[in-house]
């Protein structure tokens, strides 16, 4: 098995020594340095850029600058995704957005980790797992999602949460570590409308 082999597996992998890793990544960044450096009126430059990065698009998506991510292969977008400013996407591992998926400012999603073991860690070794984002789902911003994690449809994440834990459908979830609040109700749709 190959580094890459490894790597979309969540094996032990050489992410920094190995040449083809290290040229997908090159590349990668070349383009979100391109795309990050696009004046606000260049929409279709943009978008074109976009779908030169990331591995799967649906018709609508938007990304506001800058955009950070390792391989862009592994990222798939569900249909009306929106990122505000700042999204960094490790994606050693892929990383799967449902549709109707809004992101505020600020967001990180991480496929990486270290081993505990220093000697291991030192070797450069690392692996990764998967994160993936049902539907309709909501980020305040800031928020932050570490390897692994699976988030249900119609749920709403916090601002400033630090997701260690799966979190399940339908609920608002916040904190650090991110944690269940409560689940939406009726009551949540008719809040605010006028009486």
Known sequence: MNEKEKMLNG??????????????????KTLCHKFNMLSPDKIDERKSILKQIIGKTKTTF???????????????????FYSNHNLIILDPAKVTFGDNVFLG???????????????????????AFPIKVGNNVWFGGDVKVMPGITIGDNTVIGAGSVI?????????????PCRVIRK????????????
Not at 71 to 76: A, H, L, P, Q
């Open 11 to 28: 094996f032990l992998y050489d992410g920094n020594y190995d040449k083809s890793l290290f040229d997908e990544r090159i590349k990668c």
């Open 62 to 80: 938007w990304i506001e600058p800058p955009f950070y991510c390792d391989y862009g292969c592994n990222i798939e977008l569900g249909e009306n």
């Open 105 to 127: 400012p600020n967001c990180a999603f991480y496929t990486p980790q270290h081993p505990l073991d220093a000697e291991t860690r030192n070797k450069g070794l690392e692996y």
């Open 164 to 176: 260690t834990k799966d979190i399940p459908s339908g609920v608002i979830a916040a904190g650090n």
């Open 184 to 195: 939406i109700t009726k009551a949540d749709k008719t809040r605010f409308e006028k009486k």
